[in-house]
């Protein structure tokens, strides 16, 4: 979901305080076939901390509710949970001194640092083979009306972040416990004033503005291409349609023209239906593209690409009846008849899996499949969330985030089950592999009990890794009872 700077990994940023900590390492593979970046670490159903591989370790850069986060008026408050993407941004090109932009997938009511949503900047420096936070700083979207649950986002080539709002109310009274002004602003209603991506300049501390031009819906995520004019865009919806927009002017994002994905019936290539470019349309953008003829999928999540390819995180969701799109004239995408239909417009997508988009033809098809990994490692790659892209020793691999939509269906083996809890794990996926199966995922990390691992991010040399802990149980010893962001070094 970010632009892709091929260096020795890709990078955008994440910031928090706290100090360096060896990380217990999980149960290796007794063989570990050709893989040889890290030792892929076992499943783990029992887990209050974080796992990662030997000879890596994490430093603590950002915890909610303990550190401290500077508001432009120079008052402090303490920082806010739900740490989401993160991006880095270097200071003089360096990889160990630089910014970390992070978001907050918040819906809170906040006296002083807003409500809703929103983000923060850490000034981040490694010294001594240690990550430190130098400072944090709050992000303003009091110019823009407010945020809601800042999910995904970008890095601009422009160093603007461009940060997704992952909802769509449906009437101000929708807004309840989350935003307190139901005023109207710049001509909408408040509820319309959020569902949009959101341009921020980090440096100044502000949001700049909402960008209608890229349509209303349950924003995920972007990935914007080479050219700076087109950008890829994910809808976290049941039912979901995949978009792109183009901007008029390169670098420029407040206008241009918004298209939704038509696949062929063969399922072979597909298309790009264009989208009326008014207000009214843009407010309702997915039910347009449904009307058009869309092909429906469902809950896109992060989205990133490298070359002529484009992958995509699709979630899945346990049971979806799609009778209203399918009355529109829309069709789901060709691979649910095979994976998930139920009879009727019922389907059931328990696992969910990776996607990739080829732009030559323009066929989309499942790249990677969620389900059961075997083998000594075990245990179950399911609902692929956060994702990032990045080249290690000459290889494009896909970091793939865990946000599980239920425990059952032995997503968390019996442990898990036992106490009613989820347990996330980032994967590496080696992209020379054109066929691959969950067998063929490399576990590098294991969240603590109850939280999502998201926000993968490298800085521009490959060597430091950072992730977002969000929503953690609050019962699972500190500091891993709240969200925190970490910084993984030993690559």
């Known amino acids: 979901m970010r632009p892709v700077y091929l260096l020795a990994f890709a990078f955008p ?17 007794a ?10 670490i076992a499943s783990n159903f029992d887990n209050r901390t974080v796992i990662i591989p030997e000879g890596y370790k994490y430093d603590m850069l950002y915890t909610a509710g303990i550190d401290s986060i500077l508001r432009a008026d120079g008052k402090k408050f303490a920082a806010r949970e739900s740490a989401d993407f993160t991006a880095y941004i270097p200071i003089d090109g360096s990889n160990e001194h630089g910014y970390l932009y992070v978001n907050h ?9 807003g409500d809703g949503g929103g983000g923060a900047l850490l000034e981040i420096k490694k010294e001594n083979g240690t990550w430190k936070t130098l ?7 009091a110019p823009v009306g407010g945020t809601l649950r800042n999910c995904g986002g970008t890095l601009t080539p422009q160093n603007t972040i461009l940060t997704a709002e992952e909802t769509e109310p449906s009437n101000n009274a929708a807004l309840t416990g989350e935003y307190r002004d139901t005023s109207n602003f710049k001509g909408l209603k408040r509820y319309q004033n959020f569902g949009w991506m959101v341009e921020v300049d980090p440096m100044s501390g502000k949001a700049l503005h909402k960008l209608y031009a890229m349509g209303r819906y349950e924003h995920e995520d972007a990935h914007i291409m080479a050219d700076n004019k087109t950008v890829y865009l994910t809808d976290d919806a049941t039912p979901a349609v995949f978009f792109k927009f183009v901007a008029d002017t390169a670098g420029v994002y407040t206008s241009g023209q918004l298209y939704a994905y038509k696949q ?6 597909g298309e790009w239906l264009n989208l009326p470019r008014d207000k009214d349309s843009l407010l309702i953008a ?11 999928f469902v809950r896109h999540e992060w989205v990133d690409g490298v070359g002529d390819k484009i992958y995509i995180s699709e979630t899945g969701n346990n049971e979806y009846n799609l009778d209203r799109a399918v009355g529109l004239g829309a069709k789901p995408a060709n691979y649910f008849n095979i994976c998930c239909h139920k009879g009727e417009n019922n389907y059931s997508d328990l696992y969910g899996r990776v996607l990739e988009l080829d732009l030559n033809t323009l066929k989309m098809r499942p790249l990677v499949a969620g389900g059961d990994i075997t083998g000594t490692l075990a245990g179950n790659f399911a609902s692929p969330d956060g994702m990032y892209l990045g080249k290690v020793n000459g290889k494009n691999y896909l970091m793939i985030n865990e946000d599980l939509i239920g425990n059952t269906n032995n997503r968390v083996g019996e442990p898990g089950l036992a106490k009613d809890e989820v347990y996330n794990e980032i994967y590496f996926l080696d992209l020379e592999n054109p066929n691959p199966t969950a067998n063929d995922l490399k576990r590098f990390l294991i969240g603590p009990e109850g939280c999502e691992t998201t926000g993968t991010m490298f800085t521009p040399d490959g060597k430091t890794m950072f992730v977002s802990i969000q929503h953690p149980n609050k019962n699972n ?10 910084a993984i070094t030993g690559f």
């Open 13 to 29: 940023f994440l910031f928090s305080c706290g100090t360096a900590e060896e990380q217990p390492a999980g149960t290796t593979d």
């Open 31 to 40: 063989v570990i076939d050709s893989f040889s970046l890290f030792k892929p």
């Open 105 to 113: 997938e918040s819906k809170n009511l906040d006296d002083n640092l």
């Open 135 to 141: 400072a944090i700083k709050h992000i303003d979207f």
């Open 264 to 269: 062929s019936t063969d399922g072979e290539s």
């Open 286 to 296: 997915r039910d347009v593209a449904i009307r058009l003829g869309a092909t429906l």
């Open 477 to 486: 010893p500190a500091p891993f009872n709240k969200t925190v962001v970490i």
